[in-house]
């Protein structure tokens, strides 16, 4: 009896060598559309689907392999007489092999210009029902779906048996490949037609399996396209912790003016500058807390040079990041074996939902991003601030919106000076913040500071005001705003309300 496959693929990649492998060990091909013209054009022998069925492909192209001598072939069961009864009588033939993927409505989806019209000819009809019948068949069926499976099932086919477990594990990516595929169609479909979401779909393949998780006795693995924004140029593989903490020192950079450095330790940031240059920057960050940023991730948004480069090796660095390294500062980063250098690629979106796993689901938001808050300031004091304080405000500003609520920054000179973070009370957080600055001799006369959030008793206007404090940026909101806005004035403070809270739990 011949051996017949069929192969369907919208890509190509290495469908031509796959092919005449098959050819080799005595499969007869069957093919649709361009996958039979290329087969053809290369010297493949294969037989078009229209042909093998006597059906042709009509309505261009929708309607091809959906036919019983097809699915027939796919889906009979060959350990049951009956089917083969039935299969014999309608002249249904066994398709052992199904290799399939899918019009690419990914890539179409993309294109911001592409037509409704592109979008709906780019949705495969026939793709996905190959793939789910092979899949359902899997007992006597192979399915692939992607040319990275073609080698090492070859390899088991040239041996002579597709093991059970080989069928059952491509059955299930093939089902896997659909569910992303639908996903990607659902919301692209509900986003481009303005329809709110009944369902949270996400379909994110496995990127790598992780050493462990946030502590040693915890599996972990990466999800997605995380390496879409960064490439490991040097060091050991990244692990939990690391993901976590690059992603909140980029997004506070991001936030930053040109030649600013963030450094994060624990998901919360130790320090951080904006300078004259990108040493300087580094320079201040590190003054803020120089304690914390060993073991820390530090992350710039300029070039990193040699000079930059020596400096950055005095102390114990997890990762450094940076969209461009000087080609004479690499060896010099490189000398610490271990340690993780990454090349920004592309700037992480503000745009997408940030998701929290709770016991039976999930919490979904908006990402958290400044916005318009400095073009709603409103001064509620006597003074005013001026040029110099606002714009150490905004930066301090910035910087408590990435730290852990609740969170206080003083500032001055675009330089954290104190960072109290994560603390359950306000005035802890000031206390601490102050703490950490006469921990490492950092004067704050003529600083600024800023809140996550409001104010709610005027004992914090107290507490900074003991420290030279001339500036405060705060969001408003309390029923005692009032009280605190009469305190900053008893000490001549000037204080601006942005009218929106950054919590960060």
Not at 436 to 462: M, Q, R
Not at 483 to 503: D, P, W
């Amino acid at each position: 009896m011949k051996k017949y496959a069929l192969i369907s693929v919208s890509d190509k990649t290495n469908i031509v060598e796959f092919a005449k492998d098959l050819i080799s060990l005595n499969y007869e091909i069957l093919g649709t559309g361009g996958t039979a013209k290329l087969l053809k054009q290369s010297n493949v022998p294969c037989t078009e689907i229209s042909d093998y069925t006597g059906f042709p492909e009509i309505f261009e192209g929708r309607v091809k392999t959906l036919q019983p001598k097809i699915f027939g072939g796919i889906l009979q069961r060959r350990n049951l007489p009956e089917d083969q009864k039935e299969a014999e009588a309608n002249g249904i033939l066994p398709i052992d092999i199904v290799c399939v993927n899918l019009y690419p409505f990914e890539k179409v989806a993309k294109n911001p210009n592409a037509s409704e019209e592109e979008l709906i000819e780019n949705i495969d009809i026939g793709g996905p029902s190959l793939i789910r019948a092979a899949a359902k068949n899997h007992k006597f069926v192979s399915v692939l779906t992607h040319p990275s499976q073609y080698e090492n099932f070859l390899t088991e086919l040239k041996a002579g048996l597709v093991s059970e477990e080989t069928r059952k594990r491509l059955a299930v990516s093939a089902y896997s490949h659909t569910a992303q595929y639908d996903t990607f169609i659902s919301n692209t479909l509900e986003n481009r037609f303005g329809f709110d979401s009944s369902s949270l779909r996400l379909h994110l393949t496995k990127t790598t399996t992780l050493r462990y998780g946030e502590n040693p006795h915890q599996q972990a693995a990466l999800y997605g396209s995380f390496f879409d924004y960064f490439e490991i140029m040097h060091g050991k593989e990244l692990s939990y912790n690391n993901i976590l903490d690059i992603t909140a020192a980029v997004e506070l950079l991001q936030e930053l003016e040109v030649k600013s450095c963030v450094i994060v330790k624990h998901n919360n940031p130790s320090g951080a500058a904006t300078a004259t240059t990108l040493f300087k920057a580094y320079q201040n960050a590190l003054k803020c807390d120089p304690v914390a940023a060993f073991g820390g991730i530090v992350a710039l948004n300029e070039k990193v040079d040699a000079e930059l480069a020596l400096k950055l090796n005095e102390i114990f660095l997890e990762v450094i990041i940076a969209p461009e390294f000087a080609e004479e500062a690499l060896p010099i980063l490189f000398k610490k074996k271990d340690r993780r250098i990454l090349k920004q690629i592309k700037r992480i979106s503000e745009e997408g939902d940030a998701i929290k796993a709770v016991p039976g689901g999930v919490l979904v938001q908006n990402k958290d991003y400044l916005s318009d808050d400095f073009s709603n300031l409103k001064t509620v004091t006597e003074n005013s601030p001026t040029e110099k304080q606002l714009e150490d405000l905004k930066f301090a500003w910035a910087v408590a919106k990435n730290a852990k609520s609740n969170a206080i920054i003083f500032a001055k000179d675009k330089m954290t000076l104190g960072i109290g973070a994560g603390q359950v009370s306000r005035i802890d957080a000031v206390k601490v913040a102050v703490m950490k600055a006469a921990e490492f001799g950092l004067s704050l006369e003529n600083a600024v500071v800023a809140s996550d959030a409001f104010f709610p008793f005027a004992d914090n206007i107290e507490e900074i005001v003991k420290h030279g404090i001339t500036a405060v940026i705060e969001p408003g909101g309390s029923v005692r705003d009032e009280e605190v806005i009469n305190a900053a004035n008893k000490y001549s403070l000037s204080m601006v309300f942005t009218g929106k809270r950054h919590f960060k739990h």
